[in-house]
């Protein structure tokens, strides 16, 4: 990513490599009691799905989790090209690739 998009994403909320947050374990949600945060960390994550996808075409989809706006809880969201967008609730990664990025 270039300087400048690096900027305009930190401007927009997405925390930067090195944060302290993307260093932690993301926290489970537990339900049905934590139901109404799970809806908020939602709401923050689609709002800044919006304002990301105003400064950058995600031709391929895009997909924001909630350690990148700051927030330590297990919760993304998949914004894929076409159909319907997709939540993850407390994700669990259960197999992982050696591919390198």
């Excluded at 489970?28 to 139901?35: D, G, L, R, S």
């Excluded at 109404?36 to 709401?43: F, L, S």
């Excluded at 709002?47 to 895009?62: E, I, N, Q, T, Y």
């Excluded at 090209?81 to 990025?101: C, D, F, K, Y």
């Amino acid at each position: 990513m270039t300087a400048e998009i690096t900027s305009r994403m930190q401007a927009s909320g997405i925390v930067q490599e090195g944060d302290p947050v993307l260093l932690e374990v993301a926290r489970a949600f537990v339900f049905p009691a934590e139901v109404q945060e799970a809806a908020r960390v939602v709401e923050a994550l689609n709002a800044a799905a919006d304002r990301v996808a105003a400064l950058h075409d995600f031709a391929k989809g895009m997909g924001i989790a909630a350690p990148q706006i700051g927030i330590g809880r297990a919760l993304a969201i998949v914004r894929p090209p076409a159909g319907e967008p997709l939540t993850l609730l407390s994700p669990v990664v259960v197999e992982g690739s050696s591919r390198a990025r």
